[in-house]
């Protein structure tokens, strides 16, 4: 048996400028951070022959091309094709739907279990790359590069995303004091609201591709954001960081009219009445997770759970996606 675990993720800035069709064009830039929220898999061979996958529904095939379940059954197509005797069950620390990049988790905590199960050896850019391939050119999805990346490396990363569709990778230069505070001054709520982020994505994706001048100007001024932010953290300056999460939430709002909705934003505002510097929805938006930095964390962490949201503890996870055993 086999079991891996892939790191869900927050971005810190510059999100949405890993799509295609933007960095294609303009180059991409973003922050991201895996965090102690895990998916986890396991891959086994049963007596039988035949296919058991349990993931939110239990399904049994009797060969590759009969599975339901998508990243599965492309992921089998590409590492085992010919297999018709295995059992890989999923389990979730955070349900999907919420933005915090599930979908990446998944498949690169499939894919590791798949290769080692295969014993093939994989470096992170090629695992990052092979879930790359499944969910955006075979499975057509409207999504970014981002999630696959950060949950194959781990960390707190800056990624590159260049025109020719090569990524550079580089660990964000934080200091260990810079970065203790800033793990206990970001906070999570869960809104309640779970989504695909697909339609949004497709939104945006549409726009770029037929470039639209106010989607490009809008993602030319979050890719500055997420510039602006990494100088902001890596000099230590926490306050200016959440200042500019507060201005990337009002221009990521304007990419589509879904982004966000009253509820949510009566939230958001409640929280910079009590404590928030400055917050977003994490991903596509939606629903999913808010997630604030706050200079006066117990009075926001008060306030929200008064309000009736669920707070989300974490740590930021340095190892990525990794076979455990």
Not at 116 to 142: F, M
Not at 155 to 167: A, L, M, P, R
Request: charged fraction near 25%; proline fraction near 3%; aromatic fraction near 10%.
């Amino acid at each position: 048996m086999f079991i891996t675990r892939s790191p869900l993720r927050i971005t810190l800035g510059g999100g949405g400028t890993d799509l295609e069709s933007y960095y294609s064009q303009h180059e991409g830039f973003l922050i991201s951070a895996a965090i102690d929220k895990y998916i986890y898999i396991t891959v086994n061979k049963p007596f039988i022959p035949e296919i058991f996958l349990k993931y939110s529904k239990i399904e049994n095939a009797k060969d590759v091309n009969s599975i339901e379940h998508p990243i599965i059954r492309e992921s089998l197509r590409m590492i085992s094709p010919d297999t018709c005797q295995i059992e890989i069950t999923s389990i979730a620390d955070i349900p999907a739907g919420t933005g915090l990049g599930s979908s990446g988790s998944f498949t690169t905590a499939l894919l590791k279990a798949l290769n080692h199960y295969e014993s093939n050896i994989l470096s992170q850019s090629e695992l990052a790359e092979q879930a790359c391939t499944i969910e955006i050119e075979k499975l057509g999805e409207p999504i970014g590069k981002q999630d696959q990346y950060i949950a194959a490396y781990g960390g707190i990363t800056c990624f590159e995303f260049h025109k020719d569709g090569k990524v550079t990778v580089s660990p964000l230069k934080i200091s260990k004091e810079t970065l203790y505070d800033l793990e206990d001054n970001l906070l999570l709520f869960f809104t309640g609201y779970s989504r695909a982020a697909s339609s949004i994505l497709k939104e945006q994706n549409d726009k770029s591709k037929s470039s639209d001048e106010d989607m490009t100007a809008n993602l030319h001024f979050v890719k500055e954001l997420g510039l602006k932010s990494k100088t902001a953290l890596e000099n230590g300056d926490l306050r200016q960081f959440g200042e500019l999460m507060k201005i990337h939430w009002e221009h990521k709002k304007k990419r589509s009219g879904n982004m966000s909705n009253p509820k949510i934003d009566e939230w958001y505002n409640l929280a910079l009445e009590n404590g928030a510097i400055g917050g977003k929805l994490i991903g596509a938006g939606g629903g999913g997770f808010l997630m604030f930095y706050a200079e006066d964390k117990n009075k926001l962490r008060k306030t929200l759970i008064e309000a009736g949201l669920e707070e989300v503890r974490f740590k930021f996870d340095f190892e990525g996606t990794k076979l455990i055993v």
